[in-house]
């Protein structure tokens, strides 16, 4: 299974701000297939604090192209954000973006227009710092 | 650059049923990036008749995991038409998916319910016959 290279580090910064992690490879069962199945998907994580319950799904766009993680980061957000939608409609989901992407390629406008448009729900994470920055 | 192992008999299947070709490598100049450049993604072809301008993204669905090649082909087809809507709106994007995919993985009801929901335009493509099914 593909792990992102900085899902610890998200999942160390959701400790950080009291997050209890209740799964590190969260998977959304929709009977048809299992999403956590997925091998080239990067995997969720799911977090509880004071009954509020997320999923994130973790992005460090160091592919060779950020256009073309950016096509997949877009695609899984709404296709795990629909099966949540089914499967459990209190959990939110969040996209977790490294600070340096997010300060440069987020900031293109075809990617904000976009961003605003499929309504992604961003995190932004520093890896040094292992915390999270917006 | 990657071309779908099948982007050759879409292409045939095209010009079969009366589409002049205008571009075998089809490039949505952003400014910001070109969606052409974008390594990892399929090239698009573009085409024309009596007017009608298209442009056809081609997915072999031969990856590993079904679901992730329908993360990354349903997040590069939003970007595109969200490209053309910008750049040449007046030209219509599909998806070519091939006759088995078709007929099994996209028959899912939550990968049926995500083509309708975004829209997905999909034209079928029969690889040995080189020619549209639908």
């Known amino acids: 299974m593909a792990r992102d290279p900085f899902h610890n580090v998200v999942r160390r910064a959701l400790e950080k701000e009291g997050w209890t992690i209740t799964a590190d490879y969260y998977e959304i069962d929709l ?8 091998l ?3 995997m969720l994580l799911a977090a509880e ?20 993680e950016f096509h997949n980061a877009l ?11 089914i499967k459990e409609p209190d ?13 440069t390629f987020f900031q293109g406008s ?23 920055t917006k």
Chains 1, 2 share one sequence.
């Open 31 to 38: 009977g048809e297939f299992k999403f956590q199945i997925d």
């Open 40 to 42: 080239a998907a990067d």
């Open 75 to 85: 695609g899984q957000f709404l296709n795990y954000r629909d099966a949540l939608a």
């Open 110 to 132: 075809f990617i904000a227009a976009s961003v605003q448009r499929y309504e992604l729900r961003l995190v932004i994470y520093d890896v040094e710092q292992e915390i999270f």
């Open 91 to 103: 959990r939110t989901l969040f996209l977790a973006v490294r600070l340096p992407v997010y300060e």
């Open 49 to 68: 604090r004071e009954g509020q319950k997320i999923a994130v799904e973790v992005k460090s766009f160091i592919a060779t192209s950020n256009v073309s």
